[in-house]
Nanobody
Framework: QVQLMESGGGLVQAGGSLRLSCAAS????????MGWYRQAPGKQRELVAV???????NYADSVKGRFTISRDNAKNTMYLQMNNLKPEDTAVYYC???????WGQGTLVTISS
């Protein structure tokens, strides 16, 4: 049973935009702080942004002002709007459901210079 499913990755040029989506089962989505993480080749997985059930948000310094995390409680879906993308944003992006320890399968984002 798939509990988190990411979509929306792809290849874009630097300066472009992408929107990632993470669809979750309702029981997970409504009770947990949800987050986006990323892992670039040869690097450790790092936090990108998190959003609480009430809509509070927090971002990594490297993405502040460029990325926006949001959630649609009616659709049990979390989003990551990524603007002004840079080559260093290239990574596999993962959806995470907080304290449950549940992760999605990841979606690849590649930014060309």
């Amino acid at each position: 049973q798939v509990q988190l499913m990411e979509s929306g990755g792809g290849l874009v040029q630097a300066g472009g935009s992408l929107r990632l989506s993470c669809a979750a089962s309702r029981s997970i989505f409504m009770l947990n702080t949800m987050g986006w993480y990323r892992q670039a080749p040869g690097k450790q997985r790092e936090l990108v942004a998190v959003i609480t059930p009430g809509g509070g948000t927090n971002y990594a310094d490297s993405v502040k002002g460029r990325f926006t995390i949001s959630r649609d409680n009616a659709k049990n879906t979390m989003y990551l709007q990524m603007n002004n993308l840079k080559p260093e944003d290239t990574a596999v992006y993962y959806c995470n459901a907080g304290a449950t320890g549940i992760w999605g399968q990841g979606t690849l984002v590649t930014i060309s210079s």
